[in-house]
């Protein structure tokens, strides 16, 4: 496994060893003790979610204010661009953002730790999206923040306008955001 530092210290890209002949691939996709020797997070993960969607979908940027959830995001079919805030005030990188290309192909997995907004806009006719988390999805805790904020200026590969849900549509600027601490 090879780990990349991102800009943001604390997000990680990580690129799985793959094994491949005539007849496909192999990867491990996640092993605990591997992850830990090399990232050096003892990280205990409690759900796997799936989403499947279509090209030009743009889900986020989404987080929890309260139990906040470290996902653990790849692509197993199609690809995403996918980003994280830092939306942690006391941090150095308070308002920044970093973004990958995350596919079936490229078997790249990041790291998005509690204390971040996480989002993904689907570049390919669709894409299967796992991610595993930290914490549990709590619906009363959970927030938004605008895709298109100008003060994150986030580089979106959009051409023409997205597709987005209706919380996401009406999400408030960063602003105005519950943040962390």
Same mark, same amino acid.
């Given at each position: 496994?090879?780990?990349?530092?991102t800009a $943001?210290?604390?997000?990680?890209?990580?690129?799985?060893?793959?094994?491949?002949?005539?007849r496909g691939?192999? !990867?491990?996709?996640?092993?605990?003790?591997?992850?830990?020797?090399?990232?050096?997070? &003892?990280?205990?993960?409690?759900?796997?979610?799936?989403?499947?969607?279509?090209?030009?979908?743009?889900?986020?940027?989404?987080?929890?204010?309260? %139990?906040?959830?470290?996902?653990?995001?790849?692509?197993?079919?199609?690809?995403?661009?996918?980003?994280?805030?830092? $939306?942690?005030?006391?941090?150095?990188?308070?308002? #920044?953002?970093? /973004?990958?290309?995350?596919?079936?192909?490229?078997?790249? %997995?990041?790291?998005?730790?509690? /204390?971040?907004? !996480?989002? +993904?806009?689907?570049?390919?006719?669709? @894409? &299967? +999206?796992?991610?595993?988390?930290?914490?549990?999805?709590?619906?009363?805790?959970?927030?938004?923040? @605008?895709?298109? &904020?100008? &003060?994150?200026?986030?580089?979106?590969?959009?051409?023409?306008?997205?597709?987005?849900?209706? #919380?996401?549509?009406?999400?408030?600027?960063?602003?105005?955001?519950?943040?962390?601490e």
């Amino acid at each position: 496994m090879n780990i990349i530092k991102t800009a $943001i210290p604390d997000v990680l890209v990580i690129e799985p060893d793959v094994f491949g002949d005539a007849r496909g691939v192999f !990867h491990e996709s996640f092993n605990q003790k591997a992850w830990r020797e090399a990232t050096g997070l &003892d990280t205990t993960f409690v759900q796997d979610n799936h989403s499947r969607s279509v090209k030009n979908v743009l889900r986020g940027l989404h987080y929890q204010i309260q %139990q906040p959830q470290g996902k653990l995001v790849r692509v197993v079919h199609g690809s995403v661009f996918d980003v994280a805030v830092d $939306i942690r005030r006391s941090s150095p990188t308070f308002g #920044k953002w970093v /973004g990958f290309e995350l596919s079936g192909g490229n078997f790249r %997995q990041m790291w998005v730790p509690e /204390g971040f907004a !996480h989002g +993904f806009l689907v570049l390919s006719d669709t @894409a &299967d +999206f796992l991610y595993k988390t930290t914490d549990y999805w709590a619906a009363p805790h959970e927030r938004a923040i @605008a895709w298109n &904020d100008p &003060d994150l200026a986030i580089a979106w590969p959009v051409q023409g306008l997205p597709i987005l849900s209706a #919380k996401d549509s009406s999400a408030p600027p960063f602003k105005e955001a519950e943040v962390f601490e």
